[in-house]
């Protein structure tokens, strides 16, 4: 059985840039939280008012610029193909 191309099939490509996005989101929002609450350590939230501020602005602007990336990403798949 042949092996066809990624490059063939823009949902493939779409669905693996959205898995890697989706694995850093988890990674960089829950895991973090995972190993603070594992080491017993204080999570960023916690730390004062405005570090709560910041990561979350942060975190909105990444999960902003992902969504961006992938539409994108999709639209190069599509137009070139």
Same mark, same amino acid.
């Given at each position: 059985?042949?092996?066809?191309? #990624?490059?063939?099939?823009? !949902? =493939? +490509?779409? %669905? ?7 694995c /850093?989101? $988890?990674? $960089?929002?829950?895991? =973090?939280?995972?190993? !603070?609450?594992?080491?017993? %350590?204080? !999570?960023?939230?916690? $730390?004062?008012?405005? !570090?709560?501020?910041?990561? %979350? *602005? *942060?975190? /909105?602007? &990444? $999960?902003?610029? &992902? #969504?961006?990336?992938v539409v994108?990403?999709?639209? &190069?798949? +599509?137009? +070139?193909?």
């Amino acid at each position: 059985m042949r092996r066809s191309s #990624v490059r063939r099939h823009p !949902t =493939l +490509v779409y %669905q693996m840039v959205w898995i890697v996005f989706n694995c /850093l989101t $988890l990674v $960089l929002g829950r895991g =973090l939280d995972w190993i !603070t609450h594992i080491s017993d %350590q204080p !999570t960023v939230n916690g $730390l004062a008012d405005w !570090t709560c501020r910041v990561w %979350q *602005a *942060a975190f /909105l602007v &990444v $999960l902003h610029v &992902v #969504v961006v990336i992938v539409v994108v990403v999709v639209v &190069v798949v +599509v137009v +070139v193909a």
